[in-house]
């Protein structure tokens, strides 16, 4: 969805351009006038006739330095007729001209106008977009990474699970034997029982939440999950703890320069300064140079007219500039300041958003390190757990424990061998989302992606 956003920004940045297209108009409208008669000095006005033909086209625009052009001409035709009591006159004439008129702002829409602030201001909002984008890459890439670690944790875990169940099972049967030779008494088998049923129970919640966290995966990989619904994700990694080095200066200097939306911030504070700039620039009177040039024509015919225009014996120019004051220019005034105290606000909240991405970061850093040592604590953890256990079966075989205690140290065992895989998977996903506070999720999976 979100990578269509800087393709809509482009074309936006193309129609800004357009600002500076040619216009070219032409037109030709036919006249016709009947005066009707009256009276003048107590005499009658017989009726007056008149009928021509008025072609005109020009070629408008404007430069990137604020100047604005018409080239153009015009041609006419008319002819009279007119009626007295004694006699009839008529009589036919032409008249064109063609020339270029020229207007150079010096002062207000010099520097910047209307339509470059547009062209400008899209420019801004493309880079903006495709900061927008690479943010959504950043959090689509970093769910998908902590849901794949997540779906490897479900799947371990089913297998702690299994083999739990699989530790009072075997308990069960033992001890089942040693009622039947009469070295165990039948009450303490229904402890064995509870511990099979309990067991049971913890695994088909395990592989609920496996098959769950595949549904997470599939929705983050796929816009087709129908197709997707019958396949089951097998991971390929295995959970573990690859050692890293962490330096909370070098994550505050990535994340001030890759963070998208410290950039988009950036991109926002930016995009005010070139509209506190064209608004200053509002600020200014009009003071243009303001220059024509051209031919002119007549006769009785448009062949006539075209000639003169075309010889050039009928020249025309104008040179000079015009001055246009804004008495009070409150609208102009008042926008300015408001653009400046926008443009405050926004470096206020930049400033703010830099404060809390180097929070974030910290955090981040804080969070990988203390799930690096909790990984290393839990493996110990579990190796001792499974040392225990295997101590007491010794100890329980021989008649010097008891089935509580072995029962005790197996849940111990499966909470240590649960514990150790929720800080490997803790630990991995604390890498992901600290390169995802650093704005670095692309770079660690090495790609490169651009907007087209």
Do not use: C
């Amino acid at each position: 969805i979100e990578q269509i956003t800087p393709q809509i920004s482009q074309f936006n940045l193309n129609a800004a351009y357009g600002g500076y297209d040619p216009q070219f108009t032409f037109g030709g409208p036919h006249q016709y006038n009947d005066s009707g008669a009256y009276f003048q000095d107590g005499q009658l006005v017989l009726p007056t006739e008149d009928y021509g033909n008025d072609f005109n086209s020009a070629l408008t625009g404007g430069t990137p330095w604020g100047m604005t052009y018409n080239l153009g001409g015009s041609i006419n035709e008319q002819h009279i007729t007119k009626n007295f009591s004694t006699n009839f006159l008529s009589g036919d004439s032409s008249s064109g001209s063609v020339g270029l008129s020229v207007t150079q702002p010096l002062l207000k829409n010099f520097w910047i106008d209307n339509n470059r602030l547009t062209i400008l201001v899209a420019k801004n909002q493309l880079k903006y977009s495709e900061q927008v984008l690479r943010n959504q890459l950043i959090t689509t890439l970093t769910a998908v990474e902590n849901a794949y670690y997540e779906l490897i944790y479900a799947r371990e875990n089913v297998n702690v699970q299994q083999e739990a169940l699989t530790l009072a099972q075997t308990q069960l049967d033992q001890d089942q034997q040693r009622v039947q030779v009469g070295s165990l008494a039948p009450l303490d088998v229904q402890q064995d029982q509870a511990q099979v049923a309990q067991s049971r129970a913890n695994l088909i919640a395990a592989q609920n939440t496996y098959s769950v966290d595949q549904n997470t995966l599939k929705n983050l990989l796929t816009d087709n999950y129908s197709q997707w619904h019958d396949v089951d994700i097998d991971p390929t990694a295995t959970l573990e703890a690859v050692r890293q080095l962490f330096d909370v200066q070098d994550s505050w200097s990535k994340g001030m320069t890759e963070r998208p939306d410290l950039q988009e911030a950036k991109l926002n504070v930016e995009r005010q300064g070139i509209q506190l700039k064209y608004d200053r620039n509002q600020l200014y009177p009009e003071v243009d140079l303001i220059g024509s040039y051209g031919f002119n024509g007549s006769g009785d015919q448009y062949h006539n007219s075209f000639e003169q225009m075309n010889d050039g014996s009928r020249p025309y120019y104008s040179y000079g500039g015009q001055l246009t004051v804004p008495l009070s220019n409150a609208k102009a005034r008042n926008q300015f300041k408001s653009s400046k105290a926008t443009e405050k606000q926004l470096l206020l909240q930049l400033k703010q958003l830099e404060q809390n991405v180097m929070v974030q970061i910290d955090n981040a850093v804080k969070q990988a390190q203390s799930a690096w040592e909790s990984a290393a604590a839990t493996k110990q953890a579990r190796i001792y757990a499974e040392a225990a256990l295997d101590a007491e079966q010794k100890k329980y075989a021989v008649g010097k424990s008891t089935t509580f205690t072995v029962l005790q140290l197996q849940n111990n065992l499966t909470t240590a061998r649960s514990n150790e895989i929720r800080s490997l998977a803790d630990y991995n996903q604390a890498l992901a989302n600290l390169a995802a506070a650093e704005g670095t999720t692309l770079e660690r999976q090495h790609l490169d992606i651009k907007a087209k």
